[in-house]
T-cell receptor, first 116, second 108 residues
Framework: GAVVSQHPSRVICKSGTSVKIECRSLDFQATTMFWYRQFPKQSLMLMAT?????????EQGVEKDKFLINHASLTLSTLTVTSAHPEDSSFYIC????????????FGQGTRLTVV | RKEVEQDPGPFNVPEGATVAFNCTYSNSASQSFFWYRQDCRKEPKLLMSVYSSGNEDGRFTAQLNRASQYISLLIRDSKLSDSATYLCVVNRGNQFYFGTGTSLTVIP
């Protein structure tokens, strides 16, 4: 299957700082990337969908000014958690798909964010 | 109504058992269907796509019933390594909809 690389895999930051998470499709062009958040023992919650070169579409209840998403190229999307607070601590996962390939989505390895 | 509904389990089965998971989806316009596997603290990984004709991959068999909007996954001869959460995923347009996942523990 296709490879999606997410970095960093784990980050601990102080409350009030910003954290950037990168998601790269390594062997295909990702026309669409998705960002999810997952709390312990819960399912993935879609935060936003981004298409290359356009603004992300955020799900209801997700603050776009707090979770900045950039999808400037067909192989890279970034999620920046601004002014992080302890309640932002979670597992963040990106996924990517391309219309030129099978319709399944491929997931990055996830980023475990802990805000202290 | 939720887009995708799954029995969260947990399912605790002995090694060698056969176990079946079910999933229903609410929107008849849904186009593609998948089962993903997620291990604890890891990302979901595609287990198999699900086709109307049914498909099999080794010990795993997936079925789709579009009329009933129902998807199933059958695991035969369960292994300890099958212990994980199994996610039913439905695609429509540019969106993926996830079930809450079914937890499986295979016991020695």
């Amino acid at each position: 299957g296709a490879v999606v690389s997410q970095h960093p895999s784990r980050v601990i930051c102080k409350s009030g700082t910003s954290v950037k998470i990168e998601c790269r499709s390594l062997d295909f062009q990702a026309t669409t990337m998705f960002w999810y958040r997952q709390f312990p023992k819960q399912s993935l919650m879609l935060m936003a969908t981004s298409n290359e070169g356009s603004k992300a579409t955020y799900e209801q209840g997700v603050e776009k000014d707090k979770f900045l998403i950039n999808h400037a190229s067909l192989t890279l999307s970034t999620l920046t958690v601004t002014s992080a607070h302890p309640e932002d601590s979670s597992f963040y996962i990106c996924s990517a798909r391309s219309w030129g390939r099978n319709t399944e989505a491929f997931f990055g390895q996830g980023t475990r964010l802990t805000v202290v | 109504r939720k887009e995708v509904e799954q029995d969260p389990g947990p399912f605790n089965v002995p090694e060698g058992a056969t176990v079946a998971f079910n999933c229903t989806y609410s929107n008849s316009a849904s186009q593609s269907f998948f089962w993903y596997r997620q291990d604890c603290r890891k990302e979901p990984k595609l287990l198999m796509s699900v086709y109307s004709s049914g498909n099999e991959d080794g010990r795993f068999t997936a079925q789709l019933n579009r009329a009933s909007q129902y998807i199933s996954l059958l695991i035969r001869d369960s292994k300890l390594s099958d212990s994980a959460t199994y996610l039913c995923v439905v695609n429509r347009g540019n969106q993926f909809y996830f079930g809450t996942g079914t937890s499986l523990t295979v016991i020695p």
